[in-house]
């Protein structure tokens, strides 16, 4: 083996190449953003669901609200009523209405306030800071939502 000192000197190359991203990061996580509330969802207090199910199943909840605005024509949502179709008693609709979730797929109603299934007159009437609300975490995340693709970016609001 004639070139056998190159060969290794390349593998060391390689490793140290493929090992440096490991090493650099030297297994610290990034920093968890915090979205920043607007002064509407301040005073709000509440929204559709929990947050822990906001957090977890958002894109999942406005997928189906498509789903069913452009193919059935529902245009209200009402997590009272929801529950109530996934035939929920009332003493367990009145226990969740203040329970925190788990982060399981739950229906937690919290009012019996009706919503209009609107990413732009329901969601982003509270939450209009896409840059210091929406984009923190997918930017953290990785994601590049196609939200955009449709709607109209809101005009971000000092």
Known sequence: MYDGGKII??????????????????GKAAKAPVP???????????????TPYMRAWHMQLLDQWRHEVVRGAER??????????????????????????????????KSDKVYEKSLQKTCLDCHSNKSKFCDECHNY???????????????EKK
């Open 36 to 50: 920043e509330l607007t002064e509407k969802a301040k005073e709000a207090k509440e929204c559709v669901e929990s």
């Open 76 to 109: 209200y949502y009402s997590p009272t009523r929801k529950a109530r179709e996934m035939r929920l008693d009332q003493q367990l609709i009145d226990q969740w209405r203040h329970a925190v979730s788990d982060g399981t797929r739950r229906y937690m109603p």
């Open 141 to 155: 995340m990785g994601i590049d939502p196609y939200c955009w693709d449709c709607h109209i970016e809101p005009e």
């Open 9 to 26: 000197v390349g593998l060391i190359v390689c490793l140290a190449f493929f090992l440096s991203p490991f090493i650099y990061d030297a």
